[in-house]
Nanobody, 126 residues
Framework: VQLVESGGGLVQAGDSLRLSCAAS????????IGWFRQAPGKEREFVAI????????YYADSVKGRFTISRDSAKNTVYLQMNSLKPEDTSVYYC????????????????????WGQGTQVTVSS
């Protein structure tokens, strides 16, 4: 499985960005796909997850109401729409795939995820 993120960049507080995560090598049909982020000197942090088959989602409290995770089955791609960005959202953002429960359980612990992309930098200036 290969996951490739794109869409990061430098924006001002209040702006929006949309991150993409394109998968190859395997379909996501039995997976939970997640977005995580990690700032320098900090632990990897859960952002959002989506169950590919049903489309149900779960968000970290810090992004709820501002970020939206979605998927496009035809493109085998997951998106993270980020609105009302804040300086504290500055991080490297990673997408990851969890096939461990065949999509039956939605886990937000990054250690449960089997496959990771290379990350994309998001920088929000104040």
């Amino acid at each position: 499985v290969q996951l490739v993120e794109s869409g990061g960049g430098l924006v001002q507080a209040g702006d929006s960005l949309r991150l993409s995560c394109a998968a190859s090598g395997r379909t996501f049909n039995n997976a939970v796909i997640g977005w995580f982020r990690q700032a320098p000197g900090k632990e990897r942090e859960f952002v959002a997850i989506i169950r590919w088959s049903a489309g149900d989602t779960y968000y970290a409290d810090s992004v709820k109401g501002r970020f939206t995770i979605s998927r496009d089955s035809a493109k085998n791609t997951v998106y993270l729409q980020m609105n009302s960005l804040k300086p504290e959202d500055t991080s490297v953002y990673y997408c990851a795939a969890d096939f461990g429960t065949a999509g039956l359980v939605m886990r937000s612990d990054w250690r449960a995820f089997d496959y990771w992309g290379q990350g994309t930098q998001v920088t929000v200036s104040s």
